[in-house]
């Protein structure tokens, strides 16, 4: 049975949880989920592990790939007990058996991978998953910039509002340059049954009806998001100014080869929680 390979990708905060975990209601779709991760799990494979063990091109590397991977709580959630031999197989080629053999194994024809820090990647992916569909989720980069920062940094920092202005802007500029297919968030927001249902045609599924997640919303803010005020939309204005100014090329290289020569780190959250199930 073949299996399609579904990306969703996006900019943190985006909304890539909220449209996974629509996706992923649908018995077609095989996605490793669970109410801890609010829904579908990140694997972090190409963003965090693969650069972690020097990008697989050693034997040892490989090796070092599937042991932390199947260590993981993503390989967890998704059933199997033991991967593939990676012996001959490129890190792309592996994470491959592993998740159409999970979707076999549920009678699924799709399986969906969710992890923002991905979309970075949308160059190599395209050409590692030639039959793969790719959906990014686009939302207002105000909201998107207000909802990381609030998350991950500091909201009276100006740094922290132009640090995530640019990243914003860089994710932005490689998701267009990518041609990949754009869901906008405030499509979602507006009209949630016939934007799902869009998305579903092109994937040849035919519902009446849009699923509804079981997962309640991700959100950054416990209650009313805060007013933003005029220096935030001045630092978010300084930091996109620049990112915009260039080439999406050359913006697109310039990150493909700092992470082709950084090592990365292992996410707080990717080893396999104790109660992990699929």
């Not at 799990?41 to 091109?57: I, K, N, P, Q, T």
């Not at 040849?204 to 509804?212: D, H, K, L, S």
């Not at 260039?246 to 104790?274: C, D």
């Amino acid at each position: 049975m073949s299996v399609t390979p579904i990306f969703v990708l996006g900019r943190h905060r985006s909304g890539t949880t909220w449209l996974g975990n629509a996706l992923a209601s649908l018995p077609e779709i095989f996605v490793p989920a669970h109410e801890r991760h609010w829904g579908v799990h990140e694997s972090a494979f190409f963003s965090h592990l693969v650069r972690y063990c020097d990008h697989g091109r050693t034997d040892a590397d490989l090796r070092a790939v599937k042991c932390l991977f199947e260590r993981s709580d993503f390989f967890s959630l998704s059933g199997l007990a033991t991967g593939p031999e990676i012996e001959g197989l490129r890190p792309a080629d592996y994470f491959r058996v592993v998740m159409d053999t999970a979707a076999r194994q549920r009678g699924a024809l799709f399986w969906l991978e969710k992890t923002p820090a991905h979309t970075l990647h949308a160059k190599f992916l395209r050409s590692a998953f030639p039959d793969a569909r790719f959906i990014a989720i686009v939302r207002d980069h105000r909201d998107v910039v207000a909802s990381n920062v609030h998350a991950f940094g500091h909201p009276r920092s100006v740094g922290s509002w132009i640090r995530h202005s640019m990243a914003t802007a860089v994710y932005e500029k490689i998701i267009a340059r990518n041609r990949l297919t754009v869901v906008r968030y405030e499509s979602l927001l507006e009209d949630y049954e016939g934007t799902l249902l869009a998305i579903l045609k092109s994937l040849g599924i035919e519902r009446a009806t849009a699923p509804r997640s079981a997962f309640q919303r991700n959100t950054s803010y416990e209650d009313t998001p805060p007013r933003r005020r005029s220096w935030h939309a001045a630092a978010m204005a300084l930091g996109r100014w620049p990112v915009q100014a260039l080439p999406a090329g050359w913006i697109e290289e310039a990150m493909i080869r700092w992470r082709e020569h950084t090592r990365g780190s292992l996410p707080p959250w990717f080893f396999a929680h104790q109660d992990a199930s699929a």
